[in-house]
């Protein structure tokens, strides 16, 4: 039971995020690979704000400001 709360607490969140977001978050950990620490938070930073600063990124901003669900959860899953 305990595992079954688990996993449907973690799905749950996965589909709070925003589909952008979590295909940049992905992008973003194949593109550390090879680079020295300096150039890991440039290139993360640098991701971060284009995604936070695009459409959706405004969207899940506004939501949370609004206290409300962002437009890409549907109504049975918030």
Do not use: N
């Not at 620490?37 to 949370?64: C, H, K, M, N």
Request: charged share 30%; aromatic share 4%.
């Amino acid at each position: 039971r305990a595992l079954d709360h688990t996993v449907r607490t973690v799905i749950k969140d996965l589909r709070a995020s925003g589909p952008r977001a979590v295909r940049e978050a992905k992008l973003l950990i194949a593109g550390l690979v090879g680079l020295s620490p300096a150039e890991r938070r440039t290139f993360t930073a640098q991701r971060i704000a284009s995604v936070r600063t695009g459409p959706e990124g405004q969207e899940g901003l506004r939501a949370f400001l609004d206290k409300r669900p962002p437009s890409w959860v549907r109504e049975e899953e918030s």
